[in-house]
């Protein structure tokens, strides 16, 4: 997979760097446009979205607990 960018100019993609594709083969190509770009707040949008909504004390205990469960046989050792 090669990322690369290019311009849209008179209905044709025009790549702004050289490729290593030999004249004529057909490429499989998918558009990132600007505006469907991930956007680099949205972690910080979600910090807090669970505050009032999950008891994060409760949470926590449960994860301890459940890592002290396990469901592997104890190895026979020689």
């Known amino acids: ?5 290019a311009k849209y100019s008179n209905g044709v993609l ?3 760097e050289k490729l290593p594709f030999s ?3 057909e490429l499989t190509i998918s ?3 600007p505006d ?12 807090g ?5 999950v008891d ?3 949470l926590i205990n449960d994860i301890y607990a459940d890592r002290l469960v396990s469901g592997r046989k104890a190895p ?3």
């Open 1 to 5: 997979m090669k990322t690369l960018k």
């Open 14 to 16: 025009n790549p702004m």
């Open 23 to 25: 004249e004529g083969v």
């Open 31 to 33: 558009i990132l446009s």
């Open 36 to 47: 469907t770009e991930p956007k680099k707040d949205l972690f910080a949008k979600a910090a």
């Open 49 to 53: 979205a669970w505050k009032g909504k």
């Open 56 to 58: 994060a004390k409760k």
């Open 76 to 78: 026979k050792l020689k």
